[in-house]
T-cell receptor, first 115, second 117 residues
Framework: AQKITQTQPGMFVQEKEAVTLDCTYD???????LFWYKQPSSGEMIFLIY??????QNATEGRYSLNFQKARKSANLVISASQLGDSAMYFC????????????FGEGTQLTVNP | GAVVSQHPSRVICKSGTSVKIECRSL??????MFWYRQFPKQSLMLMAT?????????EQGVEKDKFLINHASLTLSTLTVTSAHPEDSSFYIC?????????????FGEGSWLTVV
């Protein structure tokens, strides 16, 4: 079984500052993928970034980077230069790295960017 | 633009009726799609895996006779909530995996808000 834990129900950050959203996971699988999604109030799930368990380098996508520490089983999302439009719910998820793609989600973190 | 499209985005139905939600992959084929349900202020919970040309695989606790899933083509999966009750009111969202050069990318539809009155 896979489990994702996001311990921060809510986070606040000032505009233009960086913020880290925590995510830890538990799995007995040797190969897996870690995902971060953004969900604004409209409900859509916006894919942000992906990290494979065997990827040696931390994934980066624009202002998003994933701080992957495999030994600690953590996959924190770092958002640099926060923007007001970043205010949303953020979900960490994991699934098989190969085909299948059943995702297990964490409880989410509500991020609020203050002007 | 969206690579997975879901319709309708919002639907209100009367208790006891059935409602169908469509999930389409745009410009790619998806032999497998996934249906999730999300209650307000909660996380997404996987309901079932939709397999093209075969029966769906349901998660424990999900009634297969209530939530009918049909994956008739490589780009379309449908979820039908039968004999809907107010407690079925929720946000339903589908996903599909698109293989690419950068690895796995799982895209979600826009989601469907179901209200049963």
């Amino acid at each position: 079984a896979q489990k994702i834990t996001q311990t921060q129900p809510g986070m606040f950050v000032q505009e233009k500052e960086a913020v880290t959203l925590d995510c830890t996971y538990d799995t007995s699988d040797q190969s897996y993928g870690l995902f971060w999604y953004k969900q604004p109030s409209s409900g859509e799930m916006i894919f942000l970034i992906y990290q494979g368990s065997y990827d040696e380098q931390n994934a980066t996508e624009g202002r998003y980077s994933l701080n992957f520490q495999k030994a600690r089983k953590s996959a924190n999302l770092v958002i640099s230069a926060s923007q007001l439009g970043d205010s949303a719910m953020y979900f960490c998820a994991m699934g098989p790295e190969t085909s299948g793609s059943r995702l297990t989600f964490g409880e989410g973190t509500q991020l609020t960017v203050n002007p | 633009g969206a690579v997975v499209s879901q319709h309708p985005s919002r639907v209100i139905c009367k208790s006891g009726t059935s409602v169908k939600i469509e999930c389409r992959s745009l410009d790619f084929q998806a032999t497998t799609m996934f249906w999730y349900r999300q209650f307000p202020k909660q996380s997404l919970m996987l309901m079932a895996t939709s397999n093209e040309g075969s029966k769906a695989t349901y998660e424990q606790g999900v009634e297969k006779d209530k939530f009918l899933i049909n994956h008739a083509s490589l780009t379309l999966s449908t979820l039908t909530v039968t004999s809907a009750h107010p407690e079925d009111s929720s946000f339903y969202i589908c996903s599909a995996r698109r293989a690419g050069l950068s690895g796995n990318t799982i895209y979600f539809g826009e989601g469907s808000w179901l209200t049963v009155v």
